[in-house]
């Protein structure tokens, strides 16, 4: 019997004309924040795509799909072969590891937000994210000095490695998501950490801070390098 696939959708007002070219194996499973949900799955407009995933993954516990693509209402802005990735788990499903990050742009913030959170266009009001804070919160201890992850808060998972963390965990993780200030951001840079994994080797790396994996004219290393 073939892996069952899921794709879970955090969606704000995004057209979501793109669904028709996913892949039949993927059950499709449209969370919505909008005013006017239609017949998807309503959720409250607050703690963005992780109070999405998180909602997900509690409610869906004991029933989770084999692998669950996570991913935004518009997911090619920061996942340009999004269609190709989709495709290629629907052939060969077991060639997925157990978790991989979705998504074109690798960048490392530090556990204040001082490298990237303070000076982004959209932080208006120029504050720092307290990453360090948020990580102990989560963890009950002390996290890394630095925090490498690939914008855009997408990515793909084994249900095994999902429950490797007890149902309690992922409950407090749901309640930090909304209560907890700029969670999301924090979320966005730590999924991997909160599955248990490095998502991202030193091998891929090779010791820089910001790495690009869309294909760039003349560019030194290949243009997809992660599993």
């Known amino acids: 019997m073939s892996p069952s696939l899921e794709l879970v959708v955090a969606r704000y007002e995004e057209p979501l004309n793109w669904i028709r070219k996913v892949p039949a194996a993927f059950r499709r499973t449209i969370y919505d924040k909008s005013t006017n949900p239609e017949d998807r799955i309503s959720l409250p407009n607050t703690g963005r795509e992780a109070h999405t995933y998180l909602t997900h993954i509690v409610d869906r516990y004991d029933s989770l799909a084999d692998y669950t693509v996570f991913c935004q209402g518009k997911p ?22 157990d978790f991989r990050w979705l998504g074109h742009l690798i960048d490392t913030d530090d556990l204040d937000g001082n490298r990237l959170f303070r000076p982004w266009s959209k932080n208006e009001d ?35 490695l999902i429950r490797r963390q007890p149902l309690r965990f992922y409950q407090k993780a749901l309640e930090l998501s909304v209560s907890f200030p700029d969670a999301a951001h924090c979320y966005e840079r730590t999924w991997d950490k909160v599955f248990g994994v490095t998502g991202i080797s030193e091998e891929v790396l090779q010791g820089r801070l910001s790495l690009s994996l869309k294909p760039i004219k003349n560019a030194a290393y290949p243009a997809n390098p992660l599993p």
């Open 126 to 160: 120029g504050r720092g994210l307290d990453i360090r804070g948020f990580h102990r919160q989560l963890f009950d201890r002390e996290g890394p000095e630095f925090y490498t992850f690939v914008l855009g808060a997408q990515f793909i998972a084994h249900r095994d």
């Open 76 to 97: 090619f802005d920061h996942a340009y072969d999004f269609h190709h990735t989709l495709r290629a788990v629907a052939a060969d499903p077991v060639a997925s590891p």
